[in-house]
């Protein structure tokens, strides 16, 4: 079973709808991270989280919010989907106590919005 | 804005090849990444380089941090067709408050049999 688990990997929705994607990790590690992977552009940091009471915006934060329910599982939700949004979404964590903060990601999640 | 450049963006080669990617910034990190994505799946981690000048090889990868943390390089003896994916760098700032890496936009690599 893969450490970092997302859901679902695949959607497809229409402009206005409300999203969630949720991730849980069986890691143990204390942050979590959600980034959008485009084209061309590499992968950028939409929100962070250190711990379960620690959220903290990335560079691409608008229209979207996300929840720590518990230290192993952080979901990103779009409140109200555009089609700017389709993405590839990944979830991400890293340990504090390693040396480096080297990042595990999931599989990944493909939304569409048309 | 911290950015990453990387390059070159594609690179399409026959198996047996050479090949180098580059990754550069005008910032300093305290540790730059290197991962490998393929398709349908999440970018995993290569290597990880701390020190300036340092060099670190996984069989036929060499990753070498420039001296002044600025830069990283990638370099493929013999490419195969496994070698095929997304090479993503990503530099960390080192502030702990920010808890975030810089990615490049990839290198897609194609090695042809």
């Known amino acids: 079973d893969a450490d970092v688990t997302q859901t679902p990997r695949n959607r497809i929705t229409k402009t206005g709808k409300r999203i969630m994607l949720e991730c849980s990790q069986t890691?143990?590690?204390?942050?979590m991270y959600w980034y959008r992977q485009d084209p061309g552009l590499g992968l950028r940091l939409i929100y962070y989280?250190?711990?379960?009471?620690?959220?903290n915006k990335g560079e691409i934060s608008d229209g979207y919010s996300v929840s720590r329910q518990a230290q192993a599982k952080f979901s990103l939700s779009l409140e109200s989907a555009i089609p700017n949004q389709t993405a590839l979404y990944f979830c991400?964590?890293?340990?504090?106590?390693?040396?480096?903060?080297?990042?595990?990601f999931g599989e990944g999640s493909r939304l569409t919005v048309l | 804005t911290q950015l990453l450049e990387q390059s070159p963006q594609f690179l399409s080669i026959q198996e047996g090849e050479n090949l180098t990617v580059y990754c550069n910034s005008s910032?300093?990190?305290?540790?730059l990444q290197w991962y490998r994505q393929e398709p349908g799946e999440g970018p995993v981690l290569l290597v990880t380089?701390?020190?300036?000048?340092e060099v670190k090889k996984l069989k036929r990868l060499t990753f070498q941090f420039g001296d002044a943390r600025k830069d990283s390089s990638l370099h493929i003896t013999a490419a195969q067709p496994g070698d095929t994916g997304l090479y993503l760098c990503?530099?960390?700032?080192?502030?702990?408050?920010?808890?975030?890496?810089?990615f490049g936009q990839g290198t897609t690599l194609q090695v042809k049999p």
């Open positions: 991400a964590t890293s340990d504090t106590r390693g040396a480096t903060r080297e990042l595990f």
């Open positions: 890691k143990g590690h204390d942050r």
């Open positions: 989280s250190f711990d379960v009471k620690d959220i």
């Open positions: 910032s300093v990190f305290s540790s």
């Open positions: 380089v701390v020190t300036g000048g």
């Open positions: 990503a530099g960390d700032t080192g502030s702990s408050n920010t808890g975030k890496l810089i």
